[in-house]
């Protein structure tokens, strides 16, 4: 499976001419989802969710479908009956060639003043790759691959090493790091590649890898 790093939070995966996106958000590139033939999203903060994005895909597209939790999907269903699929923890699915899992329910705490929104996070293809949104969700089964949200106003390095541990993958991948400087950058991969227990590295946006 190929595995392009775009910005921000979007990740794309392909594997037998077929595409999967996850969270083409407004911080991603304006063609981040254009090609999906499956679309996934996290939640419905505008940096995982914008639905220009969305809409421009599906309409590039006419079979691609995307498949999102109830917040999400609302805003998208009227217009793309039957293409617009909501899911939440512990749904199963399978979308062109891609098995996924759907594991959370909420975002992590920005601050106890601030309402938390629902945020599911996905497992594709059997713990292959695994993208928690905006949460520290842990998933049931083994990942190998663990799209790492490094930098957040909801959390700190610390809380960022001790999930790397947790979920223990093969290998974690950088997500959720437009907002982190890069002067910021040797020292978040310093601590979490020497404390994370796991072989951590960072894909530039366009960068992409077999996983």
Not at 89 to 97: I, K, N
Not at 110 to 124: E, F, K, M, Q
Request: glycine share 8%; aromatic share 6%; hydrophobic share 40%.
């Amino acid at each position: 499976m190929k595995l392009t790093k775009k910005s921000h939070a979007c990740v794309r995966l392909e594997k037998e001419g077929r595409t999967l996106v996850i969270d083409p958000g407004a911080f991603s590139e304006e063609d981040a989802a254009l090609g999906a033939d499956v679309i996934l999203v996290t939640h419905e903060h505008p940096d995982h969710f914008d639905e220009s994005r969305l809409r421009a895909a599906l309409e590039h597209n006419p079979a691609a479908g995307i498949w999102t939790l109830k917040s999400v999907a609302e805003r998208l269903t009227a217009a793309f009956p039957g293409r617009v699929h909501t899911v939440g923890h512990g749904d199963a699915f399978t979308a062109a060639g891609f098995d996924v899992q759907v594991h959370g329910e909420l975002h992590a705490v920005i601050h106890p003043d601030i309402p938390r929104v629902t945020n599911v996070g996905y497992l594709v293809d059997g713990g292959k790759v695994f993208h928690p949104g905006d949460a520290f969700t842990v998933p049931d089964r083994p990942v190998e691959t663990l799209m790492l949200p490094v930098m957040a106003p909801w959390s700190k390095i610390a809380e960022v090493i001790d999930y790397v541990r947790e979920v223990a993958p093969r290998r974690a991948y950088d997500v959720h790091d437009a907002l982190l400087a890069d002067l910021a950058l040797p020292l978040y991969e310093a601590h979490i590649g020497r404390l994370g227990g796991t072989d951590h590295q960072r894909l530039s946006p366009g960068a992409w890898t077999e996983v």
